[in-house]
């Protein structure tokens, strides 16, 4: 009895040992772990961005989720990538593996858009920065005075096409006689625009490859034209529309 008792016993002791190195490997990958992911929100506005969060860990991969939230476009751009065009309302994400401690630079690469504020700085394996304060104010909406008309309106009907591209007009006529007045208006471009006939009508801030038309009573005069969107016009986004009598 006692023979047979001792091997049981090593019995058993052979095979806990032989469970226990079964399940020393699985143990093991448990204690492993994927590079950790984080998904942070950025919300584009005029003139600045809120991150959701400014700071992660060295080894972490960013989802940024990117939503323009303001009224015209705006990109987002930081460690080499760059969104697409955002029109209002629309998002995109970008992915990006940070594997270095750094602060690394974050900004609308459209004209104007970081000088007046939408830049900044994410963190990683460090303190986020502070928000900084742009010396840039935002751009203010210029009123532009009224028309200089010489005449009452005349009898014409008269087609403008106008075709908004980055960053200026290309219009059908320039000069065109007075009465009514139909201006069917393209955006060619990239980037958001809108025809704005200065102290007369001013057109939808179209996207890419949307149009509309509209018709006006225009009399003998000098008519300004502009893009409302900021920093266009001084991109060059502007223009004068002469009626003759």
Same mark, same amino acid.
């Given at each position: 009895? $006692? $023979? ?19 399940? %020393? ?11 950790? &992911?984080?998904?942070? @929100? *950025?919300? /584009? ?18 989802? #940024? ?10 990109? #987002? ?38 000088? /007046? ?5 994410? /963190?990683?394996? %460090? ?21 200089? @008309? ?9 087609? *403008? ?7 200026? #007009? *290309? ?10 007045? @139909? #201006? ?20 939808? &801030? ?35 529309? %002469?009626?003759?009598?």
């Amino acid at each position: 009895m $006692r $023979r047979f008792g001792s091997l049981a016993g090593l019995l058993v002791l052979a095979i806990a040992g032989v469970l226990a190195g079964a399940l %020393t490997p699985i143990g093991r990958a448990n204690h492993s772990s994927p590079s950790a &992911i984080k998904t942070v @929100t *950025v919300s /584009a506005t005029e003139f600045s961005f809120k991150l959701s969060a400014r700071s992660v860990p060295v080894g972490t991969t960013v989802n #940024f989720k990117v939503v323009n939230k303001g009224k015209i476009s705006h990109n #987002f751009s930081i460690a080499g990538k760059t969104t697409k065009l955002l029109l209002p309302g629309k998002t995109q994400t970008l992915t990006v593996k940070f594997a270095k401690k750094g602060l690394f630079p974050y900004k609308c690469t459209l004209t104007g858009h970081a000088a /007046a504020g939408m830049k900044g700085k994410f /963190a990683v394996g %460090t303190a986020a920065p502070p928000p900084g304060t742009t010396s840039t104010p935002p751009p203010t909406t210029t009123t532009h005075p009224p028309p200089t @008309t010489t005449g009452p309106v005349g009898t014409a009907n008269t087609t *403008v096409t106008v075709s908004m591209i980055d960053y200026s #007009f *290309v219009l059908s006529q320039n000069s065109i006689p007075s009465g009514q007045v @139909t #201006f069917v208006i393209k955006n060619n471009g990239n980037d958001t625009h809108n025809f704005d006939l200065n102290g007369v009508k001013a057109g939808t &801030i179209l996207g890419p490859g949307q149009s509309e038309s509209w018709t006006v009573a225009l009399a003998p005069g000098q008519y300004l034209y502009t893009c409302d969107v900021p920093f266009h016009v001084d991109k060059g986004m502007s223009g004068n529309l %002469t009626i003759t009598p």
